[in-house]
């Protein structure tokens, strides 16, 4: 049996369509396709159930992925790598949002050489949308979201949850007892422009929603897309703004910003370690992997 037909077989059982095995493959659609049928005529079995939308697997294709995708994957591995190469040079490329990124995942993965597990690193930043899209098209070996991927080709694991705080500069603080506002008091909290990183106030009005159960209604914005900078316009006096704990953790014991309400149950978002179906049988990802996972349980 054709290894090249094996491949593109397994390729398509993990993304779900042939369209995206094609770019996986950087092959075209229709040699894809003319691949899968070859095999399919070869085995004297239909292998998958063409929909609208992509392809599920029939239960012989499923039990043929199951035998065939390890030793494909250990090939791969071979192929990729070379037999004299090790793990330290290999390049592992990350994606991820950025200040997360930038701020927790890189310091983790940089501080491996250490160990004795150094590899070569390149991280990209970018929307969920865009990072998953360049993860399943094979631009990316590693991905941080927030978002889950439901289904084929790609596999999440919970990494941490991140806790958001409603901050201020002590002058605002002032305006009100810190720390016990509450929903019949947001009125007060409303007078203070907002600053955020889009025009859509995405944090602010996710704290509002979870905390006051309402929107909000704002005196005013700025906007700065990147959440060091709220942070430093936070600082500076600019007005009142939802950050994620760990980023502003400096800043609160230094007094520079206050945390205007402490819930009972602060707004959480949960980040993702993505990866594509089959690419933990690298070990410079699948060490990056484990790495990170270690590195989380001190980020709570």
Known sequence: ?????????????RAGSFTRAAALLGLSQPAV???????????????FLRQARGVTPTTIGDELAHKAAPHLDALVEITET????????????????????????????????????SFALRASFGTAEETLEGLAAGR?????????????????????????????????????????VHPAGVSELEQIPVIEVHESLPLVSRYWASVFDSRPVTAGAVVVPDLRAVLACTIAGAGLAVL??????????????TALHEPAVPPLRTYFLVVRNGALAMPHVARAHEALQQAATGWC
Request: glycine share 6%; aromatic share 6%.
């Open 1 to 13: 049996m054709d290894l090249a037909l094996l491949r593109t077989f397994v390729t398509v059982h």
């Open 33 to 47: 396709t003319s691949q899968i049928r070859t095999l399919e005529r070869q085995l004297g079995r239909p292998l």
């Open 82 to 117: 070379g037999l004299d190469e090790d793990f330290s040079s290999r390049t592992l490329h990350l994606a991820g949002p950025m200040e997360f990124t930038s701020e927790r995942v890189v310091p983790a993965l940089t501080a491996l050489p250490r160990n004795g597990q």
């Open 140 to 180: 990316h070996d590693l991905a941080i979201s927030t978002v889950r991927p439901r289904g084929a080709p790609l596999s999440a694991t919970p990494l941490c949850d991140e806790e958001h705080v409603l901050v201020a500069a002590p002058c605002w603080a002032e305006r009100f007892d810190a720390g016990r």
């Open 244 to 257: 994620p704990r760990y980023l502003c953790t400096a800043a609160l014991e230094r007094g520079d910003v």
